[in-house]
């Protein structure tokens, strides 16, 4: 079913859906796609874009275009575990975005994944393609509908950014307690491109994994891959990102905030491999420990293959200090509220490089988790 107006899509599908950044408006952005359950039931190009982008649901790229069936599984493994063969033999769609040759997109792409059925195993294909000197935001929300407590997402997300192209991908989980969660991702970074890959988790999930991979294959190829979770109710999130870097001067940078509270374990990953003599990169992971009943473990894995890689590392795991709570309260503030502050503060989301608009949406959302942070 395709909508000719976003706001004809159910009230409370798009209550749930802002939750995740989606703009129910629809004018801030250059397109928008929304899949529900196993259908798309919106997708739309802003007229002001039409002929720089194209967004529409995978399978129907798939038929649109031949050359789309060679990129499908062409980074991700479908052979690489048991959720990239459910979704190899059966997947109910995703989206597919091209930005096309030369085009800078000033106003971010939407999409919205959702599961508003309990016990759906939603099984999705995405791709995402930004041609050759492009440059483009794209804002992602999956989300599980509150009337929905449990449900599988198994997610395939493929990027290829071309010669001197610009992608920031952002993604924002808002699961339930009772979901288990599944991404695959990759991308491939030709000459001069540069693919930004942001990553928000700050619900509470039953089980999350995901380490997303980008081959740096060009020279001056560039990935910057960020993180900012935030573990509660028991959840379990394993969630890193890997970057090989084999092009000529090409380039890694990878940054995790991560904070845990009421028994939430998470696992933090970072590996770079490089593969060239010239490549570099640096991976920095700080954690917050709000409870004794909580965990984290941060793992960063540095591998040179090759004589003057140079790739660094940093990391810190600890509580808050009781010199900044107490500081905090003498300017009048409860102990609780200075917690929030703290929390607040140390889930700053200008490390992601977005744009005004997107990153005041972002503080947005951080600003309604951290006042419930205690």
Same mark, same amino acid.
């Given at each position: 079913?395709?909508?000719?107006?976003?706001?004809?899509?159910?009230?409370?599908?798009?209550?749930?859906?802002?939750?995740?950044?989606?703009?129910?408006?629809?004018?801030?952005?250059?397109?928008?796609?929304?899949?529900?359950?196993?259908?798309?039931?919106?997708?739309?190009?802003?007229?002001?874009?039409?002929?720089?982008?194209?967004?529409?649901?995978?399978?129907?790229?798939?038929?649109?275009?031949?050359?789309?069936?060679?990129?499908?599984?062409?980074?991700?493994?479908?052979?690489?575990?048991?959720?990239?063969?459910?979704?190899?033999?059966?997947? @109910?769609?995703?989206? $597919?975005?091209? +930005? &096309?040759? =030369?085009? %800078?997109?000033?106003?971010?792409?939407?999409?919205?994944?959702? *599961?508003?059925?309990?016990?759906?195993?939603?099984?999705?294909?995405?791709?995402?393609?930004?041609?050759?000197?492009?440059?483009?935001?794209?804002?992602?929300?999956?989300?599980?509908?509150?009337?929905?407590?449990?449900?599988?997402?198994?997610?395939?997300?493929?990027?290829?950014?071309?010669?001197?192209?610009?992608?920031?991908?952002?993604?924002?989980?808002?699961?339930?307690?009772?979901?288990?969660?599944?991404?695959?991702?990759?991308?491939?970074?030709?000459?001069?491109?540069?693919?930004?890959?942001?990553?928000?988790?700050?619900?509470?999930?039953?089980?999350?994994?995901?380490?997303?991979?980008?081959?740096?294959?060009?020279?001056? @190829?560039?990935?910057? $891959?960020?993180? +900012? &979770?935030? =573990?509660? %109710?028991?959840?379990?999130?394993?969630?890193?990102?890997?970057? *090989?870097?084999?092009?000529?001067?090409?380039?890694?940078?990878?940054?995790?905030?991560?904070?845990?509270?009421?028994?939430?374990?998470?696992?933090?990953?970072?590996?770079?491999?490089?593969?060239?003599?010239?490549?570099?990169?640096?991976?920095?992971?700080?954690?917050?420990?709000?409870?004794?009943?909580?965990?984290?473990?941060?793992?960063?894995?540095?591998?040179?293959?090759?004589?003057?890689?140079?790739?660094?590392?940093?990391?810190?795991?600890?509580?808050?200090?009781?010199?900044?709570?107490?500081?905090?309260?003498?300017?009048?503030?409860?102990?609780?509220?200075?917690?929030?502050?703290?929390?607040?503060?140390?889930?700053?989301? @200008?490390?992601?490089?977005?744009?005004?608009? &997107?990153?005041?949406?972002?503080?947005?959302?951080?600003?309604?988790?951290?006042?419930?942070?205690?």
């Amino acid at each position: 079913m395709k909508l000719t107006e976003l706001t004809r899509i159910p009230h409370r599908i798009l209550e749930e859906a802002a939750k995740a950044g989606l703009d129910r408006s629809g004018d801030g952005r250059a397109g928008t796609l929304m899949h529900v359950d196993q259908e798309t039931i919106f997708s739309q190009v802003n007229e002001a874009f039409e002929g720089k982008i194209e967004i529409m649901d995978t399978k129907q790229a798939l038929e649109k275009y031949a050359w789309v069936r060679d990129l499908r599984w062409s980074v991700v493994e479908r052979d690489k575990d048991d959720y990239t063969r459910k979704v190899d033999e059966d997947f @109910s769609g995703g989206y $597919f975005m091209r +930005i &096309l040759p =030369g085009a %800078e997109i000033v106003f971010p792409l939407q999409s919205c994944l959702m *599961i508003t059925r309990p016990g759906l195993e939603q099984r999705i294909h995405n791709i995402v393609v930004a041609e050759e000197g492009s440059k483009a935001h794209i804002i992602s929300g999956c989300i599980q509908h509150s009337e929905a407590r449990e449900g599988r997402h198994l997610g395939i997300s493929e990027f290829f950014v071309r010669k001197n192209a610009y992608l920031n991908f952002t993604m924002i989980h808002d699961w339930s307690v009772d979901t288990f969660v599944r991404p695959r991702s990759g991308a491939l970074v030709d000459d001069g491109g540069t693919f930004v890959s942001n990553y928000v988790c700050l619900r509470p999930v039953k089980d999350l994994q995901m380490l997303p991979v980008a081959l740096c294959r060009g020279k001056e @190829s560039k990935a910057i $891959f960020t993180s +900012i &979770l935030y =573990g509660q %109710e028991g959840s379990l999130i394993d969630v890193g990102s890997k970057a *090989i870097l084999t092009g000529e001067g090409s380039r890694s940078e990878m940054t995790s905030r991560v904070i845990v509270r009421r028994g939430s374990r998470i696992i933090a990953r970072g590996l770079i491999d490089g593969d060239n003599k010239s490549a570099y990169g640096h991976l920095e992971c700080k954690g917050l420990l709000l409870d004794d009943e909580s965990f984290i473990n941060s793992i960063p894995e540095l591998i040179a293959r090759r004589a003057g890689v140079e790739i660094t590392h940093e990391a810190a795991v600890g509580k808050i200090s009781d010199k900044e709570i107490n500081y905090l309260m003498t300017r009048r503030l409860s102990h609780d509220e200075a917690v929030s502050l703290i929390v607040r503060g140390f889930m700053d989301v @200008s490390i992601m490089g977005l744009p005004k608009t &997107l990153s005041d949406e972002m503080n947005s959302i951080v600003d309604l988790v951290a006042s419930s942070a205690i």
